[in-house]
């Protein structure tokens, strides 16, 4: 329909009108065959496939995303299903906005309220209902929004689950500098907003035994959680905090205690022309906020803490990534960089940067209110309790931390690298939730990256790191070399080597190809089993073996 749609729109006159209608859609589909000899699941084919179109023009927008995942991604077999997750119909007029289907939004940061979608986590929390935005001035803007979070295909073809509950939220944004008129205050912006989620669910009794007799928890219809934001931009600084709260929200992520929530996030920037440094602070105690209280991994999360690591993109640098801890932490990070002006000592010819980062993440401090519930967080008698006391200012165990160094510079027209170091610790205890003999992995990575421009069509890219530590695995070795032919095709080759123990390779030869809209890629080889993270939400991923093609297409 939508194909249709489009063909018949774009044959009409072009020139602007309000009124007239354009459509598109894109199409993307992520197969893998696997080659596994003890292969035991039903297809040895998967894959995930997603079909997307709009038809809109200046007042209305009709969306609609149909997708088919019958025998889904290794890994993700939880997102099981075929449907139309995702159907919305748009209308705005003037300073009016109203949505009917399936949003996604986000409350400032998204520490109150963040529906997204992210496809490599299999993560898409949309919200199935009603969406309201009023913008009357250009100082403050009205958003109201109620309805169901998506589980995956739990609803089936019904527009709503039955069984589970629903939420409602509002939030206003204002711009003080607006309000007082353009150039009052030149140079400087002060804006903020205020924000308000109402969860709605009648959850399944839950029993506990207090003295031979068994009793029923009290538990919560409505869980109420409030925001308040203020971002100052003054010149070469910019400031941002936010403070969240939440009533008593028993789950099974906390145990079912009736504690509050709450969490606190301030960061800073400053930046010039070769230089800026970045700051920010959080801490988080008992804010996993989910649309159910019996869920899990990452599904019907309301909320979204920012993560305060860096999010590494080299493969060993994320070899053991950090995973947010909404039950409660403390997180520092801090970033400099610094740009060596060209045709002086450090700069050399063509400049030289560097990037100097540390993250550092620690538990807060628990006091709990029965001390052998410390070594057992899952004691049934903690139920029905406030769990546990804390102080602001008290930390507890060290999670995580990273100090990175990376120097980036060019050499020649044809020749530029880059060099990195970095430092880490990581709590496998707490992350992952076993030890496996060792509590925490400690690990220095070294990383090399060269660009080479052989000439006006065809790059040449390598990478070699190495990654030392005596915990786990020991030893990795990476490397890899990646030639592009500019603009259609880029073919790599790529091997992960643990030499430390296993000694085994994870080998990936991959072949792409990019024409107008039209994106190919095929890849054979192995991936290792571990976490993949996205913005602080992670994954928990199978080894796999075979072939893997991916096909993106945009009209």
Request: aromatic share 14%.
């Amino acid at each position: 329909i939508f194909l249709t749609l489009a063909l018949s729109i774009s044959a009409k006159e072009k020139e602007y009108k309000p009124h007239r209608l354009k459509a598109s859609f894109s199409f993307q589909t992520d197969i893998h065959l696997t080659t596994e000899k003890n292969f035991t699941g039903k297809s040895r084919l998967m894959g995930n496939s997603y079909l997307t179109g709009t038809v809109r023009n200046d007042f209305f927008e009709l969306g609609a995303r149909f997708e088919e995942m019958s025998y889904p991604l290794p890994g993700r077999e939880i997102e099981k299903g075929l449907g139309v997750p995702n159907l919305y119909l748009k209308g705005k007029y003037k300073w009016a906005e109203i949505t009917v289907g399936d949003v996604y939004e986000q409350f400032g940061s998204g520490m109150l309220l963040r529906a997204y979608e992210d496809r490599n986590l299999g993560l898409d929390n949309a919200i199935r209902g009603g969406r309201i935005v009023l913008n009357p001035a250009d100082f403050i803007t009205f958003k109201f929004l109620a309805g169901q979070q998506r589980n995956h295909f739990d609803r089936h073809w019904k527009v709503f689950n039955p069984n589970r509950g629903s939420l409602q939220a509002a939030d206003v944004e204002f711009n003080i500098n607006n309000l007082f008129g353009k150039g009052k205050y030149a140079g400087a912006l002060l804006s903020g907003g205020l924000s308000l989620v109402h969860k709605y669910e009648i959850s399944a009794p839950l029993t506990k035994m207090i003295n031979g007799r068994r009793y029923r928890l009290n538990q919560p219809i409505t869980v109420n959680a409030f925001a308040g934001r203020l971002r100052l931009r003054a010149g070469n600084w910019d400031i941002n905090t936010e403070y969240a709260y939440k009533t008593q929200d028993p789950n099974a992520g906390n145990n079912y205690i009736f504690r509050h929530g709450s969490a606190l996030m301030l960061t800073a920037t400053y930046a010039r022309r070769g230089i800026s440094i970045i700051a920010g602070a959080r801490r988080s105690d008992n804010f996993d906020f989910r649309s159910s209280s019996t869920a899990s991994l990452n599904d019907l999360r309301i909320n979204h803490l920012l993560p305060f690591t860096q999010q590494q993109t080299y493969t060993l640098a994320a070899l053991y990534p950090y995973a947010t801890q909404p039950g409660g932490e403390w997180a520092f990070q801090g970033e400099f960089r610094y740009l060596f002006n060209k045709k002086t000592f450090w700069g050399g010819r063509y400049g030289t940067n560097i990037k100097i980062s540390a993250s550092y993440v620690r538990g807060i401090k628990k006091q709990w209110l029965d001390a052998t519930w410390e070594n057992n967080p899952q004691h049934p008698d903690m139920r029905g309790t406030d769990g546990y006391k804390s102080g602001f200012f008290d930390m507890g165990a060290r999670y995580f931390h990273d100090i990175d160094v990376e120097i980036s510079k060019k050499i020649s027209p044809s020749y530029s690298f880059t060099f990195v170091y970095m430092n880490q610790s990581y709590n496998r205890k707490v992350i992952e939730g076993h030890a496996d003999g060792d509590e925490y992995i400690f690990s220095n990575i070294f990383i090399y990256e060269g660009k080479h421009k052989l000439s006006k069509k065809v790059a040449l890219r390598t990478e070699v790191q190495y990654l030392y530590t005596p915990q786990a695995d020991k030893d990795w070795l990476f490397g890899l070399i990646e030639c592009s032919f500019i603009p259609h095709f880029i073919f790599s080759l790529s091997d992960c080597w643990n030499s430390g123990i296993t000694g085994e390779h994870y080998y990936m030869l991959s072949a792409a190809g990019l024409f107008g809209n039209h994106r190919l890629q095929l890849s054979y080889g192995r991936t290792r089993r571990g976490i993949d993270c996205s913005g602080g939400v992670c994954r928990l991923m199978p080894a796999t073996k075979g072939l893997y093609l991916s096909y993106n297409v945009l009209f």
